[in-house]
């Protein structure tokens, strides 16, 4: 398997433009998640699914963020307007899915690294 | 609420030399723990996890983790450190039913391995 593939690998732009992140999950995992990281906030969950519906997604930082997943293999995350503070590597992640109640081992992408201007 | 806590930012050890890298964490109920290493510009990738049962896990690259529910920690280690080893590495906490099942990952340590 090819693992998790997001892309683009890098991304510039300029603040006010829209953005979007794109992920592949592993074939067969039922559940993705949606991650950002930077040096002052370290990893921080911003949404994840289950079955293509979401389930928790309190980690959004603000209406400017919206994740969709409209099957099973793939996911996008949206920024817009973009501003500066979003610069950050964004990573997707998926599993199997629950078991009893807890997920299974998560699988990272290599992550989209966004840089806004 | 579920927490983790890895107490160290850097951990310096030299190669050949036994590491630690500690983790504590906070939850209600069963605790699920991971621990995922982060090489540069990469993304996560998984090394270990306790689901239940034996309290010494062993996972990818020589390392193992103690689960050590007094204590409530889950310390990575290994005998013998190489300088590859040199990563950001991250603990990872889930219990059941708690949160939607969702992980909760500490802030992450850095191992520095010096030859």
Request: include cysteine; charge should be neutral; glycine fraction near 8%.
């Amino acid at each position: 398997d090819a693992g998790v593939i997001q892309s683009p690998r890098h991304e510039v732009t300029e603040m006010g433009q829209e953005v979007t992140l794109r992920c592949k999950p592993i074939s067969g995992h039922n559940s993705l998640f949606w991650y950002r990281q930077t040096m002052m906030r370290g990893l921080e969950l911003l949404i994840y699914f289950n079955n293509n519906v979401p389930i928790d997604d309190s980690g959004m930082p603000e209406d400017r963020f919206s994740a969709k997943m409209p099957n099973a293999s793939f996911s996008t995350l949206k920024i817009q307007p973009s501003e500066p503070r979003d610069s950050a590597v964004y990573f997707c992640a998926s599993s199997l899915g629950l078991a009893g109640g807890v997920q299974e081992t998560q699988y990272f992408g290599p992550g989209t690294r966004l840089l806004v201007l | 609420a579920q927490s983790v806590a890895q107490p160290e930012d850097q951990v310096n050890v030299a190669e050949g030399n036994p590491l630690t890298v500690k983790c504590t964490y906070s939850v209600s109920g069963n605790p699920y723990l991971f621990w995922y290493v982060q090489y540069p510009n990469r993304g996560l990738q998984f090394l270990l996890k306790y689901i239940t049962g034996d309290n010494l896990v062993k996972g990818s690259y020589g390392f193992e983790a103690e689960f050590n529910k007094s204590q409530t920690s889950f310390h990575l280690k290994k005998p013998s450190a190489l300088v590859s080893d040199s990563a950001l590495y991250f603990c990872a906490v889930s219990a059941i039913y708690n949160q939607g099942g969702k992980l909760i990952f500490g802030q992450g340590t850095e191992l520095s391995v010096k030859p």
